[in-house]
């Protein structure tokens, strides 16, 4: 069965820290080449960060610096290390295959930045 399972969201308050983890399972997903997105309310669904097959990254502007792509391929599992936080970040969190995601979308996380 294809899943993923993303978890490590919550609330948190501008400035800090939280660690997702995007745990891959099924044929579809290439560990190696795996991305976190995004969805705002009433925004469309946006690439954060990606990772490629041979350790490059991508990052979309507006987290440079802030946010970091990872992945333990033993565990079939990747992450995503968001450091100062802010406002704007707030936004479901999903994982998916990078550069084209797949059409199958898992629950994703919730992340809300607020004071």
């Known amino acids: 069965q294809v899943q993923v399972v993303e978890s490590g969201g919550g609330l948190v308050q501008p400035g800090g820290s939280l660690r997702l983890s995007c745990a891959a399972s099924g044929s579809t997903f290439n560990i190696y080449a795996m991305g976190w997105y995004r969805q705002a309310p009433g925004k469309q669904r946006e690439l954060v960060a990606g990772?490629?097959?041979?350790?490059?990254?991508n990052y979309t502007d507006s987290v440079k610096g802030r946010f970091t792509i990872s992945r333990d391929i033993a565990k079939n599992t990747v992450y995503l290390q968001m450091n100062s936080l802010k406002p704007e970040d707030t936004a479901v969190y999903y994982c998916?295959?990078?550069?084209?995601?797949?059409?199958?979308w898992g629950q994703g996380t919730q992340v809300t930045v607020s004071s």
């Open positions: 998916n295959s990078y550069p084209i995601p797949t059409n199958y």
């Open positions: 990772i490629r097959r041979y350790g490059s990254t």
